[in-house]
């Protein structure tokens, strides 16, 4: 057997151990870095802290549910992960008409008065030959 024979059967036995070393987690698991299995979180919940192996006994996963940004005012900016809440940024804007209210009341009667303005403006305008240069004219119900 020559020397690269050697090295070819050398890297079959390393990569045949490796994989008979691995551990792999049941469906619905995620794998720690110690080779613990943990279940995953159901949907809508993300895993808030590992489980763990600790003094010989086993502590399982402990999940919160994912925050809704919208139930809380706010923005989201990336969704809930298996290891990792919703994270949510600034307030939606709103409007509130309380500090307007009187704005708006004051433009909308500002606004009656010039269109009655320019009303009587645009009559008085008009005339008819009868009072012409008289600024009233008033007819007495016996004439009429």
Not at 58 to 75: A, F, L, M, P, Y
Not at 80 to 104: E, K
Request: glycine fraction near 8%; charge should be negative; hydrophobic fraction near 35%.
């Amino acid at each position: 057997m020559n020397q690269t024979d050697s090295k070819r059967v050398l890297a079959i036995f390393v990569g045949a151990l490796s994989t008979l070393c691995v551990n792999t987690c049941p469906e619905n698991h995620f794998q720690l870095p110690d080779s613990l299995c943990c279940h995953n979180c159901p949907e809508g919940w993300y895993v808030a802290m590992n489980c763990s192996g600790e003094n010989g006994g086993h502590t399982g996963v402990s999940c919160n549910k994912c925050s809704r940004c919208e139930d809380i005012g706010q923005i989201t900016v990336s969704n809930c992960t298996q290891f990792a809440d919703t994270q949510c940024m600034g307030q939606l804007p709103s409007i509130t008409l309380y500090g307007c209210l009187p704005v708006v009341v004051a433009v909308f009667m500002l606004a009656v008065i010039v269109a009655v303005c320019l009303i009587r403006v645009s009559k008085s305008g008009e005339s008819d030959e009868s009072s012409a240069g008289e600024p009233f004219h008033i007819k007495d119900a016996e004439t009429v």
